[in-house]
Nanobody
């Protein structure tokens, strides 16, 4: 059973930064998603199993950076220049795959999910 545990969320002022972490057992293609109140869950960023490929939603491109440290079984999301619209619960997700360099953007493609961590951006 894959267990994913997010951490690092919190309250931050607009323009500030946060780094989210996800403790993951095993090596998978990974992704970050978020869900704001009253909105559907949306893709934020994904990274391939070998870490060589990453994809970002247009709304976060240039501000967020996804990375992974397989020695620590960890996934990260560095979030800079945070905006009010970034307020959401952020989830990490894992997809078992034989592909080393594929990135997955659809939530339905992921098999395992963390419990989420709240990010609140204030003005």
């Amino acid at each position: 059973q894959v267990q994913l545990v997010e951490s690092g969320g919190g309250l931050v002022q607009a323009g500030g930064s946060l780094r989210l972490s996800c403790a993951a057992s095993g090596r998978y293609a990974m992704g970050w998603f978020r869900q704001a109140p009253g909105k559907e869950r949306e893709f934020v960023s994904g990274i391939s199993k070998n870490g060589d490929a990453a994809v970002y939603a247009d709304s976060v491109k240039g501000r967020f950076t996804i990375s992974r440290d397989d020695a620590k079984n960890a996934l990260y999301l560095q979030m800079n220049s945070l905006k009010l619209d970034d307020t959401a619960v952020y989830y990490c997700a894992a997809r078992p795959t034989s592909s080393r360099d594929s990135v997955y953007t659809g939530g339905s493609l992921y098999d395992y999910w963390g419990q989420g961590t709240q990010v609140t951006v204030s003005s």
